[in-house]
């Protein structure tokens, strides 16, 4: 365990990811750095479940917190991120300990990035209204006509639609033809990986109490300060598990109890939606009920 320089840890929400980071990090004086597309953003400490601030001092933590909630981070913003973070604790001589359950995030550091322009605000604007003037089965037609590799998608995918939409309209070609291009990895270390993955029954007792905590430690709090910033309700940060349920909660649509058990069963659904995403894409990684099996 000395020698090696990269560790990745990913994992379905609750399963104890961030402790086996923070014991990891204690053993190898290694730096952690954030895999989840939620834990990037500020003032949501408690709903997207980041370190508490005690464990971000024991341990280095990198990538937590660093963006605003009205900004957007894809997987290649957050790619790139990561890579030179990667890059500056290899340069300091420790090593690098990337954790979340974003796979995505995971496979955009260790396969690359398709190299597609960004798109101009003007222009994601522009697809959305296009969907809502058209409805959501004429706009994939509309899609799949200019880019055929986009049939896949069903009509109710309205992010990937809009995002080929917005791709073509500002670049001229399609998103498929960005797909195809040669992409480089962004790491040149070979990590040592791991999925945990607890048994069902101890991940979804374990998804309960995360929600509950959710609660009772101030995520009612930081719900309520979310919505009062009156954000693009399409952003990112206004999806994050928990912001929909606390919101009817606050607005008298449901109980406290109503609530609660709403967000309970969300938080099993999503760590379902990972753990069968995580065993069908990571291919090749060992999955782990208990501990992370890097050796001592």
């Given at each position: 365990?000395?020698?090696?320089?990269?560790?990745?840890i990913?994992?379905?929400?609750?399963?104890?990811?961030?402790?086996?980071?923070?014991?990891?990090?204690?053993?190898t004086?290694?730096?952690?750095?954030?895999?989840?597309?939620?834990?990037v953003y500020?003032?949501?400490?408690?709903?997207?479940?980041?370190?508490?601030?005690?464990?971000?001092?024991r341990?280095?933590?990198?990538?937590y917190?660093?963006l605003e909630?009205?900004e957007?981070?894809?997987a290649?913003?957050?790619?790139?991120?990561?890579?030179?973070?990667?890059?500056?604790?290899?340069?300091s001589?420790?090593?690098?300990?990337?954790?979340?359950?974003?796979?995505?995030?995971?496979?955009?550091l260790?396969?690359?990035?398709?190299?597609?322009?960004?798109?101009?605000?003007?222009?994601?604007?522009?697809?959305?209204a296009?969907?809502?003037?058209?409805?959501?089965?004429?706009?994939r037609?509309?899609?799949?006509?200019r880019?055929?590799?986009?049939?896949?998608?069903?009509?109710?995918?309205?992010?990937?639609?809009?995002?080929?939409?917005?791709?073509?309209?500002?670049n001229g070609?399609?998103?498929?033809?960005?797909?195809?291009?040669p992409?480089?990895?962004?790491?040149?270390?070979?990590?040592q990986?791991?999925?945990?993955?607890?048994?069902r029954?101890?991940?979804?007792?374990?998804?309960?109490q995360?929600?509950g905590?959710?609660?009772?430690?101030?995520?009612?709090?930081?719900?309520?300060?979310?919505i009062?910033?009156?954000?693009?309700?399409?952003?990112?940060v206004?999806?994050?598990?928990?912001?929909?349920?606390?919101?009817?909660?606050?607005?008298?649509?449901?109980?406290r109890?109503?609530?609660?058990?709403?967000?309970?069963?969300?938080?099993?659904r999503?760590?379902?939606?990972?753990?069968?995403?995580?065993r069908?894409?990571m291919?090749?990684?060992?999955?782990?009920?208990?501990?992370?099996?890097?050796?001592?």
């Amino acid at each position: 365990m000395r020698d090696a320089q990269l560790y990745f840890i990913a994992g379905p929400t609750a399963s104890g990811k961030s402790a086996a980071a923070l014991a990891l990090g204690t053993q190898t004086g290694g730096v952690i750095v954030n895999a989840d597309a939620m834990q990037v953003y500020q003032g949501l400490r408690i709903i997207t479940a980041r370190p508490s601030e005690a464990d971000e001092a024991r341990v280095p933590h990198r990538l937590y917190g660093v963006l605003e909630p009205s900004e957007r981070c894809s997987a290649g913003r957050w790619a790139r991120m990561a890579a030179d973070e990667i890059a500056a604790i290899h340069a300091s001589g420790k090593p690098a300990i990337v954790v979340g359950g974003t796979g995505l995030y995971f496979k955009a550091l260790l396969e690359g990035l398709s190299p597609i322009p960004d798109t101009p605000p003007a222009v994601r604007e522009a697809a959305r209204a296009r969907r809502e003037a058209l409805g959501a089965a004429a706009f994939r037609d509309e899609v799949i006509a200019r880019d055929p590799g986009m049939a896949h998608l069903p009509e109710g995918d309205a992010q990937r639609l809009m995002r080929a939409w917005e791709v073509f309209e500002a670049n001229g070609k399609t998103l498929t033809y960005f797909q195809s291009l040669p992409r480089t990895p962004l790491v040149t270390v070979e990590p040592q990986k791991a999925i945990l993955a607890p048994p069902r029954d101890k991940l979804y007792a374990q998804c309960d109490q995360r929600a509950g905590e959710m609660f009772a430690q101030g995520g009612v709090e930081e719900v309520e300060a979310l919505i009062a910033r009156r954000l693009d309700p399409q952003l990112p940060v206004m999806k994050t598990l928990g912001v929909s349920e606390i919101a009817a909660y606050l607005k008298g649509a449901l109980s406290r109890e109503e609530a609660l058990s709403a967000l309970q069963q969300s938080t099993r659904r999503l760590a379902k939606r990972q753990m069968t995403w995580l065993r069908h894409q990571m291919e090749g990684w060992p999955v782990r009920e208990e501990g992370l099996g890097f050796g001592d």
